[in-house]
């Protein structure tokens, strides 16, 4: 995929003392639009999940650029600020430097928390939206927070957040090597989940004060009666992380920018099939914004 396509590593600088990374890659011919994919909870752009439907863009004709948040993909040299799950300033920013130097189509495809970001910007742009982004597309969201953040503090998924904590821990001893007066390591000691950090760290560190306060206010499904450009949701009514409940949402009934395609099967990002294509989820979503190109202007003679 590097072969044939060579990644070309791009730093916006979104704040004055905030840098990001993105990778990205064009098409073999002239693009036909622009993709920005956006990881997931302590991911990066070398997520599987991200450079799999980044190929299947780029088959497609499609300009990439595989987003890393802020600190994410060993980037913790470009902020000293980490991101959080409705960080959605510095996407923004690299949105509207991409229009700058393209009149293409550009459309955001995020995975998981990803997907909350992708959806939270679309509701808060509102109508604005439509100048910058032609759609977006979120799989495997966790549109409510809270709800997510207890789920995964169910016995069942042990793992997941044993996991994600590890990370997370790792990431802020990182970080209070570089700045001990912001990140202290004595809240570590008390975390047991995924709700004790966010109320610990996330949400004094960005000033919402607690978890509660956090999840209320940075979650899509405050957001997305607001969308007014097309917007794919995909999710499994399996996925373990997220109860299919949230998805109960007026929304989906009365915004008829919302398409949520429910499937049973697929668990968290595993879109899977027993016969070709496997990834049925890369074709999925770019037959989807295949269908959303803008249609070519036809000049009058």
């Known amino acids: 995929m590097d072969q044939r396509w060579p990644v070309e590593a791009v730093i916006y600088r979104t704040e004055p003392d905030v840098e990001v990374l993105v990778h990205a890659q064009r098409p073999d011919?002239?693009?036909?639009?622009?993709?920005?994919?956006?990881?997931?909870?302590?991911?990066?752009?070398?997520?599987?999940?991200?450079?799999?439907?980044?190929?299947?863009a780029l088959e497609a004709g499609y300009a990439t650029h595989r987003f890393n948040m802020r600190s994410c993909g060993g980037t913790e040299n470009l902020a000293l600020s980490n991101y959080h799950s409705g960080q959605t300033s510095d996407l923004l920013h690299v949105v509207r430097e991409r229009r700058k130097k393209s009149d293409l189509p550009i459309y955001l495809v995020g995975f998981s928390l990803g997907g909350n970001v992708v959806l939270k910007l679309a509701g808060e742009l509102g109508d604005q939206a439509r100048g910058l982004v032609t759609a977006v597309c979120a799989i495997s969201t966790p549109i409510d927070l809270k709800a997510c953040s207890m789920a995964l503090g169910r016995p069942g998924n042990f793992l997941y957040e044993r996991r994600f904590l590890s990370r997370l821990r790792e990431r802020i001893r990182l970080r209070h090597q570089q700045a001990p007066e912001i990140y202290s390591l004595e809240p570590l000691k008390k975390i047991r989940t995924i709700y004790d950090f966010d109320d610990l760290y996330t949400g004094p560190l960005f000033g919402f004060g607690n978890a509660d306060n956090y999840y209320t206010t940075q979650s899509a499904n405050r957001f997305i009666d607001k969308i007014r450009i097309p917007a794919l949701l995909v999710q499994a009514k399996d996925d373990p992380l997220i109860p299919f409940a949230v998805y109960d949402h007026p929304a989906f009934r009365e915004n008829p920018c919302l398409t949520l395609l429910a499937v049973e099967h697929g668990g968290h990002l595993g879109f899977l099939a027993r016969r070709r294509p496997r990834f049925w989820l890369d074709g999925l979503v770019t037959g989807w914004i295949e269908e959303k190109q803008p249609l070519p202007l036809v000049t009058a003679r």
């Open 29 to 56: 011919g002239a693009a036909r639009g622009e993709i920005i994919f956006v990881h997931g909870l302590e991911g990066s752009s070398a997520a599987g999940y991200a450079r799999s439907m980044s190929y299947a």
